[in-house]
């Protein structure tokens, strides 16, 4: 059974940082995106960043470009997210995502984690 464990959400300043991280179980992520994706109130979901479990490639959203850092540990099975420079904007719940790099793989092989709340007081 693949699980998605996310950790490190909570309350800080504008301005402040903080760290996410997702433990990756239950199969093997060779050739996948893993990323995060999140969730304001009253909102679509949005996507935030992601990095190719092999190769290491990340990609981000225009709006944390230069604050955040995706990276992952490949021994460990794990991403983190490192969000720095927060604004109040980024304030939502932050879900864990797994899913094959390539499209035509990824029906039935999509991962989520529970998510995690990170609020940002002005």
């Known amino acids: 059974q693949v699980q998605l464990v996310e950790s490190g959400g909570g309350l800080v300043q504008a301005g402040g940082s903080l760290r996410l991280s997702c433990a990756a179980s239950?199969?093997?992520?060779?050739?996948?995106?893993m990323g995060w994706i999140r969730q304001a109130p009253g909102k679509e979901r949005e996507f935030v960043a992601d990095?190719?479990?092999?190769?290491?490639?990340?990609t981000y959203a225009d709006s944390v470009k230069g604050r955040f850092i995706i990276s992952r540990d490949n021994a460990k099975n794990t991403i983190s997210l490192q969000m720095n420079s927060l604004k109040p904007e980024d304030t939502a719940v932050y879900y864990c995502?797994?899913?094959?790099?390539?499209?035509?793989?990824?029906?039935?092989?999509?991962?989520w984690g529970q998510g995690t709340q990170v609020t940002v007081s002005s």
């Open positions: 239950g199969r093997a992520f060779s050739g996948y995106l």
């Open positions: 990095i190719h479990w092999t190769r290491g490639t990340t």
């Open positions: 995502h797994a899913q094959p790099f390539y499209e035509a793989y990824r029906a039935g092989y999509e991962y």
